[in-house]
């Protein structure tokens, strides 16, 4: 079996289990919670005019009186399939409920996972020219500092500055789920600047350590004697090396953006799919709440993969030692 297809099946064998965890988490987490869907979902003025048999009968029809574990197997057996079933209140499929908010938030979250790497590629290659330098010395603080910043600080802070001080864009979008693409992209240019800051400040830092020591390296020193121009030498040969400590936080950057995406469309009211998890978890819909956490988890999973696939090209050490083993 190759290199590649061993790491592929050991990944897709670990994803598995990940997958049931997070499942099996998220259930008992909304399980926990006072209430049921039912009583998140009929105002309180309004439960007092219904009888203990009128809920109950409510509560089978909605499937709410069954085990806690039946419920469970019910539903994990329709997300390993992709069949996300109804939600609990509306028997709206959870799929049409969720498609609007998840491509809105698939577009803002793209543009995010694209420019971010772009621009701590730029920065990191800046940065690691002069080590100890004023331009490593400025450029690293300001991103430690807004590494250090949350989400909803930085979404806050841009909201006071670009929406209220300078007016160069509204403070909350208004515009419906069902926008066309185009429209919400339009609208995604500070949601989108926002969600970038801890992704472009976390990839700077990872690829800054390995340029530093790539261009450090005894190779690239022979190289540099031998007369291999300077530009070369930092994106032909430092680079590719560089990459691997920033493709090996792969998963760590990209959970970064589905969980600060839930943050940053609170702050600015974008009709994406954290708004949707939010009054998903209020009303206790935990069809939908199972959906949106194993599409986020899937998509980390698949992150990683690709990244662990990409070390596995870049960096021929990884290749010897696995086909040692």
Do not use: C
């Not at 420019?115 to 603080?141: C, E, F, M, Q």
């Amino acid at each position: 079996m190759s290199t590649v297809l061993a790491l592929i099946v050991r990944r897709l064998a670990l994803s598995g289990v990940i997958l049931v965890l997070v499942s099996g988490i998220v259930f008992i987490g909304t399980e926990i919670l006072p209430g049921d869907a039912l009583d998140a979902t009929i105002p309180a003025d309004e439960l007092m005019y219904y009888s203990d048999e009128d809920l109950a009968r409510m509560r089978a029809e909605l499937g709410l009186d069954k085990p806690a574990a039946e419920r469970f197997l019910n539903v994990f057996r329709g997300l390993i399939t992709f069949d996300f079933g109804v939600t609990l209140m509306t028997r709206e499929s959870v799929i049409n409920s969720i498609i609007h908010p998840l491509l809105n938030s698939l577009i803002m979250a793209s543009v995010a996972i694209v420019l971010t790497p772009l621009v701590a590629i730029a920065l990191g290659i800046w940065a690691s020219l002069k080590p100890g330098g004023r331009t490593d010395g400025i450029v690293s603080g300001a991103t430690l500092f807004a590494y250090s910043m949350p989400d909803f600080v930085v979404g806050n802070v841009f909201v006071i500055v670009f929406a209220i001080w300078l007016g160069l864009a509204p403070a909350v979008l208004l515009i419906t789920e069902s926008a066309p693409w185009y429209q919400i992209l339009a609208v995604s240019i500070l949601p989108v600047l926002a969600l970038t800051v801890s992704g472009v400040a976390y990839q700077f830092r990872l690829l800054r350590a390995g340029m530093v020591e790539a261009l450090a390296s005894e190779f690239i020193e022979r190289s540099r004697l031998s007369g291999v121009p300077e530009w070369r030498l930092v994106i032909i040969h430092a680079l590719p090396a560089a990459l691997i400590p920033m493709l090996n936080g792969t998963a760590q950057f990209v959970a970064g953006i589905i969980s600060g995406v839930v943050v940053i469309e609170a702050v600015f009211k974008f009709p994406g799919i954290g708004i949707e998890l939010i009054r998903s978890v209020s009303q206790r819909e935990v069809p939908t709440v199972q959906a949106i956490t194993f599409l986020a988890a899937f998509a980390v999973i698949v992150s990683n993969l690709m990244a662990d696939i990409s070390i596995l090209a870049l960096d021929p050490r990884v290749r010897r030692a696995k086909n040692d083993r």
